[in-house]
């Protein structure tokens, strides 16, 4: 049983090297093999990942499935155009972000997220990075959004004398040390 299991396991991964050999040296759209995760199971390849567009989904998928060997693909893509709308949906229906547009702009690059532009504070800078980290198929998120800070404590103010109030009196300055015996005092300087 266990030789089985080995010849499988190495069939598997030859499909594997197979597949991505065949994306490799495809001419007709550059698919960026370094965004996909492949694996073989008994002819059938499950495909993960990030693509740029749609076309590239399908072009991936067309071209796994025409590799000498592969009966079926499990697609499991997520593309970077829908990853925009997607997590731009997110921040336009969540009420801490909602009034933020068309302030934030949303970019996606194999499932990376980069929100840029200007909102009005930074609780809505925060919040709008937590909302496009929850929304599936988002890898990280990069939060260049630009917002004020908020305002420094201001220095509490001098106190104003009531009236009818008396004033305090300043404890008086601690005489000068006298100078001990044997000592001469330096002459004061006129």
Request: net charge negative.
């Amino acid at each position: 049983m266990a030789e089985a299991t080995m010849a499988r396991s190495a069939q598997d991964e030859a499909l594997e090297l197979a597949a991505i050999s065949t994306l490799q040296n495809y001419t007709g759209v550059r698919v960026w093999t370094d965004a996909l995760d492949l694996k073989a199971n008994n002819g059938i390849v499950e495909i993960g990942g990030h693509v740029r567009t749609r076309a590239e989904r399908e072009v991936t998928e067309d071209v796994v499935l025409k590799t000498k060997g592969v009966q079926d693909v499990i697609s499991h893509l997520y593309v970077d155009t829908d990853l925009e709308i997607a997590v731009a949906q997110a921040l336009g229906n969540d009420s801490r972000t909602r009034g933020s547009f068309p302030g934030i702009l949303v970019g996606s690059a194999f499932g990376d997220i980069y929100l840029k532009g200007s909102v009005a504070s930074q609780d809505i800078k925060k919040a709008a990075a937590e909302i496009a980290a929850k929304v599936e198929g988002v890898r990280s998120v990069v939060n260049s959004l630009e917002a004020p800070e908020p305002p420094k404590p201001a220095a509490p103010a001098a106190a104003k004398p009531v009236a009818g109030a008396k004033p305090i009196a300043k404890p008086a300055p601690k005489p000068a040390p006298q100078a001990e015996e044997g000592e001469e005092e330096a002459p004061a300087e006129e």
